[in-house]
C-alpha cells in the first residue's frame, strides 16, 4: 500500500549589499573623447544604475534555485535555509540517467510513458532545456516531422516550440540554468514563487546600512522559496551526452 510523504519546501535569503563611495556618486556627465551615436557620457543615477543590476541578479539567482536548488532546512542559527529545485524534487519514478547516451525520442517517450505512469496530471506542460539539448529536440522532431524551408525559399532553419505527445502538449524553452546533460519537465500549474514577508519591511526591499567612511551602504534583502508541488507531477532526463 502506497504510504503519503508530503515534500515540503524552505525560502532562502537572497541578500545583496551596494557600497556606493562618495566618488562614484559625483563622477557624473564626465567622458573625454568624441560622443557620437547619441551616447551618454554616465548613468544619470547610480544608486538606481547599482540597485537595478542587484536585481537582476537576484531574480537569475532565483530561476537557477528553482531549477537546480537542494533543499536544506536550517537546524541552527550558523545553517541557511535553501530552497529545493525542481530537478532534485523528480522523484524515482520521472527520472531517467541517460548514461551519457545522446537525447533520443525513445528517451523522450520513455519519459512522458514514466511520468503517466506514475499519476502526472499534465495541466501545462513545459519542457526546459540547455542550449546544446535544445538543438537537439529541434533536430529529433525536425527530421520526425520532415520539416523543411519555407516555400519562399529566403527563410531557413528550424524552431520546435511545442510538441504535441500521446498524453499533453508541451511548451519547449531554453533556459541558460539547466544543466548541460539534463531535460527538465515541468507541470507549471502547479509551481509558484513564494515569498516570506519581514514585518514593516515587506517581501523584497532595500534598507541602510551603518555607515563607514566615504561610502553609502544598502542592502537589497529578500526571503523567496518555490512551491513545487508533488514530485510525480514533474520529470527529468538527466546524463545525456553534451558538449
Known amino acids: 500500500m502506497a504510504v503519503r510523504e508530503q515534500e515540503a519546501n524552505v525560502v532562502q535569503i537572497h541578500q545583496e549589499v551596494i557600497d556606493l563611495s562618495y566618488v562614484a556618486l559625483s563622477n557624473l556627465h564626465r567622458m ?10 554616465a548613468y544619470e543615477d547610480e ?59 525513445e528517451l523522450l517517450r520513455q519519459l512522458y510513458r514514466d511520468m503517466a505512469d506514475a499519476g502526472a496530471y499534465f495541466n501545462n506542460m513545459v519542457m526546459f532545456l540547455s542550449a546544446y539539448q535544445k538543438q537537439q529536440l529541434t533536430e529529433i522532431y525536425a527530421n520526425q516531422m520532415g520539416a523543411r524551408m519555407s516555400a519562399s525559399c529566403n527563410v531557413g532553419g528550424v524552431n520546435i516550440t511545442q510538441v504535441e505527445t500521446d498524453f499533453f502538449t508541451m511548451g519547449i524553452v531554453w533556459n541558460r540554468f539547466v544543466p548541460a546533460d539534463t531535460v527538465l519537465i515541468a507541470d507549471v500549474a502547479h509551481i509558484a ?3 516570506q514577508v519581514v514585518p514593516g519591511k515587506g517581501v523584497l526591499f532595500t534598507e541602510e546600512l551603518a555607515k563607514t567612511g566615504a561610502s ?20 527529468s532526463i538527466s546524463g545525456l551526452q553534451a558538449v
Open 32 to 41: 573625454s573623447g568624441l560622443n557620437t551615436a547619441g551616447q551618454k557620457p
Open 216 to 235: 553609502e551602504k544598502l542592502q537589497l534583502f529578500g526571503q523567496i522559496g518555490l512551491a513545487h508541488g508533488a514530485g510525480f507531477l514533474h520529470g
Open 193 to 195: 514563487p513564494v515569498f
Open 47 to 105: 544608486r538606481l544604475f547599482q540597485l537595478q543590476h542587484k536585481l537582476i541578479k537576484v531574480a537569475r539567482d532565483v530561476e537557477h534555485s528553482f531549477i537546480n536548488g537542494s533543499y536544506q532546512k536550517a537546524g541552527n542559527a550558523g545553517e541557511a535555509n535553501k530552497t529545493r529545485g525542481l530537478l532534485e524534487l523528480t522523484g524515482d519514478n520521472t527520472t531517467i540517467d541517460a548514461g551519457g547516451a545522446p537525447l533520443t525520442a
